[in-house]
């Protein structure tokens, strides 16, 4: 086992230990690709959802807000392309009887060539020290070139293959890149076949008039069939963009990896409608925006990246992700897609009503242009138990898991600890709790030694303790513990409330 995977098996038990994710249905051994979420989890993810909101909608004055249906008219997926075009390619190992996703396995390639690049300039660097010129290095060391080429010249049969739907090129690269199934070793593959990715069930009582409809894939088609309820009731001027957080359903071929490609999972997508021709500039804005979005948790920055797509999506004329480096390597968190006018245009054709804009300032009626960011909710929250997931060896020599969750977005902001369970330390420290609640989401716990209790609000991401000792009958004063550094501060009770508000309040970053 690598270090990712032992460390990405520590990350999911421990979310599971402390209620953040259970598997679902877990009493019948479980349901692939799906989970439930826990009172921890449930709290971190509302904290998530209310940070996106609050800076999509509250802090955008032409931002509004949508929850539309998860059922929509079975139109609506033929218009966007998804019937017809929402597969991926699935091949199986004979031997095994494992399937991938045949695009999968050849991404997975490529990046295997990366890594060996990476390592070769890694070595590289370490051996000139401040003299090494990587550019150069890159240009002209002889195995590094030779990667680079073998990467271009599969790039150059696969991005097409997959553009055009070639299904046997695709599995022609497998074979001449001797690609073998990670489980049985074998190159023994069947042929590749299309897979579509919706969830379909019947809508209607009875089984002659009942009419197939399915799960929504993303949440962006209910934005899009709304566009002009919501531009004539809220008056809005272009740009303007809607915002909505809601389910979305795939059926994934490949779904190992715990929240991260899930069966049923949560989108934050928000759609801005621009004028034809500020695409690019909305565009270039949104990815800006996006990144210092992330960056305003706290997460330091070489935890993200950000990823040009060679393969663009049926409706888009450029797009990037935003990666994070999850446990397992860097991959997609979010989505920054310049959607031309290519659902508004084909929801037009199809139900026969014009979306168009009347522009008051050109006199012209138009389709707008879409620039959408589109985030996983469960794969944030993946990025931020990942990167909080925290093991320490402390000075006394004892251990403990610390995550190390960004405050405001922590389950719990405060636990409220009696030291001892007598003396009237109890009912102060409930004195305390009720007079915090109202403001944070507290925990109020008087069971097992202080130590013991420290290390499980710790384990939480609990970032402040207020620990309520005899001192504090004398004085008004408790102790107030942080998470992270586990210093402690005598403070006034009165004072609390402002500290803990000070230090766990998050707000995107303000421009330049
Ligand atoms: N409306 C555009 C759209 O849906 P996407 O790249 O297919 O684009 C957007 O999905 C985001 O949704 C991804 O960046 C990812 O964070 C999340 N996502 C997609 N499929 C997912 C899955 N099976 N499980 C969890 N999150 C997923």
């Not at 009493?27 to 940070?51: C, F, M, P, Q, R």
């Not at 809508?203 to 399915?214: K, L, N, Q, R």
């Not at 409706?315 to 310049?338: C, K, M, Q, T, W």
């Not at 610390?402 to 102060?428: R, S, Y």
Request: aromatic residues 12%.
């Amino acid at each position: 086992m690598t270090k990712g995977e032992d460390l990405f098996k520590k990350i999911t038990a421990h979310c599971k230990e402390y209620g953040f994710i259970f598997p679902s249905s877990e009493i019948y051994d479980g349901l692939s690709a799906v989970y439930d979420y826990g009172h921890n989890g449930t709290e971190l993810k509302n904290n998530i959802k209310d940070y996106w909101w609050k800076s999509m909608v509250q802090y955008h004055e032409n931002i509004v807000g949508l929850d539309s249906a998860i059922f929509m008219h079975p139109a609506v997926w033929k218009a966007s392309g998804h019937v017809d075009a929402f597969n991926d390619p699935l091949i199986d190992n004979k031997d095994s009887k494992k399937r991938y996703r045949a695009d999968v396995l050849i991404e997975d390639h490529i990046a295997k060539l990366e890594d060996k690049i990476n390592k070769e300039v890694a070595k590289a660097s370490k051996r000139f020290g401040d003299s090494f010129d990587e550019v150069m290095f890159r240009n002209t060391n002889p195995r590094v070139q030779a990667n680079l080429n073998k990467i271009e010249e599969i790039k150059s049969r696969f991005v097409p293959a997959m553009e055009q739907g070639k299904l046997d090129e695709i599995k022609a690269l497998i074979e001449e890149l001797e690609i073998a199934c990670p489980v049985s070793g074998s190159r023994n593959w069947t042929d590749v076949r299309q897979f579509n990715l919706m969830f379909s069930t019947k809508m209607g009582s009875s089984a002659d008039s009942a009419s197939e409809i399915y799960l929504r894939p993303e949440t962006a088609q209910g934005i899009f069939v709304n566009y002009l309820n919501v531009q004539k009731t809220g008056r809005k001027k272009l740009p303007f963009g809607i915002a909505q957080i809601g389910k979305a359903f795939r059926n994934e071929i490949i779904a190992r990896q715990f929240i991260f490609r899930m069966r049923e999972f949560e989108q934050m997508e928000m759609q801005f409608f621009v004028r034809p021709g500020d695409e690019h500039k909305w565009y270039e804005y949104w990815k800006d925006e996006r990144m210092r979005w992330h960056m305003a948790m706290g997460i330091p920055e070489s935890h993200f990246r950000i990823h040009k797509h060679d393969k663009l999506a049926h409706y888009a004329n450029a797009a990037v992700d935003i990666e994070f480096d999850f446990p397992f390597g860097f991959r997609e968190l979010e989505g920054i897609h310049s959607r031309t006018d290519f659902d508004l245009g084909a929801h037009q054709k199809h139900s026969g009503k014009k979306l168009q804009y009347f522009d008051p300032e050109t006199r012209e009626s138009y389709v707008p242009y879409v620039v959408e960011t589109s985030l996983g909710l469960d794969r944030l929250f993946l990025a931020i138990v990942s990167y909080a997931y925290t093991e320490e060896t402390l000075e006394d020599g004892s251990e403990r898991v610390v995550m190390k969750i960004p405050p405001a977005l922590a389950p719990t902001k405060v636990a409220v600890l009696p030291l001892v369970k007598k003396d009237g330390l109890p009912e102060k420290g409930r004195e305390v709790f009720d007079m915090l609640k109202y403001d944070f989401s507290c925990q109020y716990e008087e069971k097992d030694a202080i130590g013991r209790r420290y290390r499980r609000q710790d384990a939480a991401g609990t970032p402040y303790c207020i620990t309520i000792d005899h001192e504090t009958l004398e004085n008004n004063t408790v102790t107030v513990r942080e998470r992270d550094s586990m210093k402690q501060e005598r403070v006034d009770i009165e004072r609390i409330a402002e500290i803990v508000r000070e230090r766990t309040v998050l707000r995107p970053a303000k421009r330049p």
